[in-house]
């Protein structure tokens, strides 16, 4: 049907809301839904979870090519343990950053990714979606709003005020995450010069959701 690959690619930075849009989207369209970062933090909570310091790149792909992940409607499992809460926590954020920072990690993790394209079409979320695991999406979108507004979204997400030590706390979280998603050597963070920008800053889920589906339909 397309000359491109049936993928929409949605990138952008850490709290920006593309999972949200991302899923929304996809169930939309009846597409298959791909949260890459999840297996970027189940990749680093794995590692935790087995000692493995963050920094072993050797150790962490070998975990990260034979991660016991599973993805059931919208739990996320791990050895059959669901570990949705504990891989949204900003600790284990951080932690995926450090691992996607290693090609070896990115490497074992490439191939998985590209296998959740089917016939039915794909909805994708991450980093170096378009970049890299899907070169030839149909549609490229980098999604992204202010830090402050990203903070504040995990706030709210998190039961916290936007206000106070916690909150300064997630927002300069966010910031460290953002530089070092951006300086990486291995497929950093940017928008591509042939991806749509959707800045949510001032826009609800809804406008979000339309914005891409419009997109989309004039592929």
């Known amino acids: 049907m397309f000359e491109k690959q ?13 999972g949200t849009v991302a899923s929304r989207v ?16 189940l990749t680093a909570l794995y590692a935790q979870k087995e000692n493995v310091e963050w920094t072993d790149e050797a150790d962490v792909a070998k975990l990260a090519e034979n991660l016991p992940a599973e993805f059931a409607g919208q739990k996320v499992l791990l050895n059959g343990e669901d570990v949705s809460g504990q891989i949204r926590s900003e600790t ?6 450090a691992v996607a920072q290693l090609p070896k990690v ?9 296998d959740f394209l089917t ?5 994708a979320d991450g980093r170096d979606i378009g970049s890299v695991i899907f070169p030839d999406a149909a549609l490229k979108v980098f999604l992204t709003a202010s830090a402050q507004v990203r903070a504040e979204r995990r706030a709210k997400q998190i039961g916290l005020p936007c206000e106070g030590v916690e909150f300064y706390r997630i927002l300069s979280d966010i910031e460290v995450r953002d530089e070092a998603d951006r300086r990486r050597a291995v497929a950093p963070l940017q928008q591509l010069p042939d991806a ?6 001032d826009l ?7 914005k891409v589906l419009d997109w989309y339909s004039k592929v």
């Open 204 to 210: 609800g889920i809804e406008e979000s959701v339309k």
């Open 119 to 123: 016939d039915k079409g794909l909805v």
């Open 6 to 18: 049936k993928v929409i690619a949605i990138d952008g930075p850490s709290a920006s809301g593309k």
């Open 92 to 97: 284990v954020g951080m932690g995926a950053s």
């Open 106 to 114: 990115r490497t074992a993790l490439l191939q998985r990714q590209r």
């Open 26 to 41: 996809a169930a939309a369209l009846g597409f298959d839904y791909l949260d890459s970062g999840a297996l970027y933090r």
């Open 196 to 201: 749509q920008l959707l800045d949510t800053t």
